[in-house]
């Protein structure tokens, strides 16, 4: 941003007054932000958006037109105070009209745009107030000296609009044209705009816990978005069950009861049949053996061995056995080697290694032959409250037959379940319900914005034609930039939505901005684009997108899509104002 301001003012004292104006708005926003809200959310945060974008703009285009009254030789004083007099009443304008328009988001159901639209739409006069009293008082201190010369020569950002201004009003009614075609399309793609509300898909996809988190979501049975509805009685639990599992969504349902053995009385009984089968009486399975003469029992094994190695015929058993005999004669060479001292540890050892396991397996076993009837008071304590409430309402778990990372296979699912169940609600419902919310309350704050804006501008300018015209850049390169979304597969979510009131508050600037310019000069032999108004609105709205760009390349996605957006936005904007709207207004005004 420095370097855009430097760019911009050929001056580092004049970009250093500039720093330090936003960072006292900031700092200001924030403090009213901190008694007025008390906390910020995921939406309302946006705030400090707009006052990096909106409040670099008015101080830009304070400077400049300061600037350019030093070069005429005015003194600094009647340079400071021409700029308050030709700068103040549009930048009050500006922020008046941008104001309204955020405030009309106060009123919105959805407590973040709501509480969005209160900060930004006060911090707007907040950066503004910082621009018209204490940009002066710093530039009164700062020692700045500004000869007379032509910016033409020294850049050719500066030569660009020269030839913009002969295109535009040459070239208007081809451009017009174009607008409209660009509008056509632009409205026939609003319908496939995108939403995404999923929080997991704003993080970097690339980590762990996102990586896991979708392999679990892909995994129909440790799926943490499920559905839960709550029922009064067992019959209803039973009944409902059966009907959300017939659903095509749906995987599986769980209850309390699904921790109940099905059919008992048949598995005890061959469980019965095991038990008199192994003939295991005891109920506890003897332990390790710890003989402290093993030779003994190894020479009487393999004498064992040599009995029973004659008698057999199975090729097979016969190698396994002579296989064995080898090992414990190995076995019974390494005891034979050992001092006594060592061989109890070399045994016990031995013994863990190849049997050490084999008591508690045992054990389990014979636990598991002493199983019985199992009732809903067997079940542990900790389990029942998680599936049965105090009041008896009994909770019904529904996995998900599909991978729900699909934004329209959560709708599905959601629906689907709520045709049965219209209770059910859980992590899904949350994210859906978050995500219709706070679509619908930007879609009523955008709407009242846009009206209240319009009539605010018709009621102080008593002018339709500048009125229409005003608005243009701002609905063209609202209907454009959600096209964009679309084209680049950039889904609205909570990260990008909050981009909207900057968007806004830059198209309604700089259509307030280029009108009245337009009306003072319309000319092809006319450089509009050298005047410092319009110079400020290029440098306010370069230095802004300079500031987001970046973001497009985070690997939080969230961010990136913020990024993403507000640069096609502001992209878009820049193009209706210094484009489509010179070349509306010289086919408009000529008339006029």
Known sequence: MVGILLLAYRSLWLSVATVITISLGMILCGAFAALAVKELNLISVAFAVTNIGLGVEYAIHFCLRYKDNLMHHISREKAIRGTLIATSPSLLLCASTTAIGLYAFIPTDYQGVSELGLLAGSSLFICLSVTLIVLPVILKLIPINLTPKREADDSWLVQIPEHLAQFTLHYAKPITVIVGILAVLGLALLGRVETDFNPINLRDPNTDSVIAFKHLLKDKDTSPMTLSV??????????????????????????????????????????EQMSLTLGLNTTKFPVLS???????????????????????????????????????????????????????????????????????????????????????????????????????????????????????????????????????????????????????????????????????????????????????????????????????????????????????????????????????????????????????????????????AGLAFSPHQGIASMGVVITIGIFWIMTSTFVILPALSKLVLKRG
């Open 230 to 271: 709550l029922v009064d009685s067992e019959a209803k639990v039973k009944t409902l069950q059966q009907q959300l599992e017939a659903l095509p969504t749906v995987e599986k349902t769980v209850s309390l009861y699904d921790f109940i053995p099905e059919d008992q009385d048949d598995k005890l009984a061959i469980i």
């Open 290 to 548: 710890d003989d402290p003469n093993p030779v003994l029992g190894i020479e009487h094994l393999l004498t064992t061995l040599d009995t029973v190695l004659p008698g057999k015929i199975n090729a097979k058993e016969i190698a396994v056995l002579n296989q064995f005999k080898t090992e414990l004669q190995g076995l019974l060479l390494e005891l034979n080697n050992r001092q006594q001292t060592s061989r109890h540890v070399f045994m016990e050892t031995m013994q863990t290694t190849v049997i050490g396991t084999l008591p508690s397996v045992m054990n389990d076993l014979l636990i598991g032959l002493n199983a019985d009837t199992v009732t809903l008071n067997d079940l542990p304590v900790d389990l029942k409250e998680r599936w049965l409430s105090k009041d008896g309402q009994y909770r019904i778990q529904i996995y998900p037959k599909r991978d729900l990372n699909e934004l329209s296979e959560l709708e599905r699912f959601i629906t689907d379940v709520q045709t049965i169940a219209p209770d059910a609600t859980d992590l899904p419902v949350l994210y859906w319900e978050s995500m219709q919310a706070v679509v619908k309350a930007f879609e009523q704050a955008i709407a009242i914005a846009i009206i209240t804006i319009a009539i605010v501008l018709y009621a102080i300018r008593r002018n339709l034609t500048d009125t229409l015209l005003i608005m243009t850049p701002l609905l063209l390169a609202g209907v454009l930039t959600m096209a964009s979304t679309v084209l680049t597969h950039t889904p609205v979510n909570f990260a990008n939505i909050i981009a909207l009131p900057l968007l806004l508050g830059f198209g309604v600037d700089n259509g307030i901005h280029m009108v009245e310019k337009l009306r003072a000069s319309l000319s092809e032999k006319q450089n509009i684009y050298q005047s410092s108004t319009a110079r400020a609105m290029f440098y306010g709205a370069l230095t802004t997108s300079s500031s987001f």
